[in-house]
């Protein structure tokens, strides 16, 4: 799917995913010979994932750490189980 499909499916605005690309939180796309983004079901997981994230207030950091933490099958869960308390904890003290 190119772009707009990608924005329509998620919910995001275009120039929302060029930014998440830019900074490294979505990969780089494949193009099409003229050009154009290409996306597949698994960038709209990834970005309905970082969209879910930043809907519940967490940063843009903390997004990718819990990414990069989805990531990794064999991993802890302590380290998500951390970003999820200390977020909790910053939302209950503002």
Request: charged fraction near 30%; glycine fraction near 8%; include cysteine.
């Amino acid at each position: 799917m190119l772009i707009g499909g990608l924005a329509k499916a998620t919910g995001t605005k275009v120039n929302t995913i060029r930014f998440y690309e830019d900074i490294g939180l979505m990969p780089e796309p494949e193009r099409t010979a003229a050009g154009q983004r290409t996306y597949t079901e698994r960038d709209v997981k990834r970005l309905a994932f970082i969209r879910q994230a930043r809907k519940l207030g967490f940063s843009i950091e903390e997004a990718r750490s819990l990414l990069e933490l989805k990531n990794t099958p064999n991993g802890k869960c302590d380290k998500a189980s951390d970003i999820a308390k200390r977020h909790l904890l910053r939302v209950r003290t503002h």
